[in-house]
């Protein structure tokens, strides 16, 4: 399984962002996929992960409820990320993940597959 994520940049406070994650190597339809990042510094953190058909089940970090917003294009094997209203805390470098087995996990050791990162910087 190979993940690239991309859609990164620089963008002011309140300003949005979108990140896409594409899978190839496999069956995407097969795998509920998660987005994480991490700042300078810092753990990984979870932001937001997607069961995996189109419109399942989603989970959110409380950090990004109400501002991010996950979803899925099985067709083009892609996972989005639109993120609103950002903040300067949103910075670090964002990874998409993906996972063979059910659910809309949390926990970093629960992703089998991860992409090479994106960097989000949000300036104030």
């Known amino acids: 399984v190979q993940l690239q994520a991309s859609g990164g940049g620089l963008v002011q406070a309140g300003g949005s962002l979108r990140l896409s994650c594409a899978m190839s190597?496999?069956?995407?339809?097969?795998?509920?996929v998660g987005w994480f990042r991490q700042a300078p510094g810092k753990e990984r953190e979870f932001v937001a992960a997607?069961?995996?058909?189109?419109?399942?089940?989603?989970n959110y970090g409380d950090s990004v409820k109400g501002r991010f917003a996950i979803s899925r294009d099985n067709a083009k094997n892609t996972v989005y990320l639109q993120m609103n209203k950002l903040k300067p805390e949103d910075t670090g470098i964002y990874y998409c993940?993906?996972?063979?087995?059910?659910?809309?996990?949390?926990?970093?050791?629960?992703?089998?597959?991860w992409g090479q990162g994106t960097l989000v910087t949000v300036s104030s």
């Open positions: 997607i069961s995996r058909r189109s419109g399942g089940d989603t």
């Open positions: 190597g496999r069956t995407f339809s097969n795998y509920n």
């Open positions: 993940a993906a996972r063979r087995e059910s659910g809309v996990r949390i926990a970093v050791n629960e992703y089998e597959y």
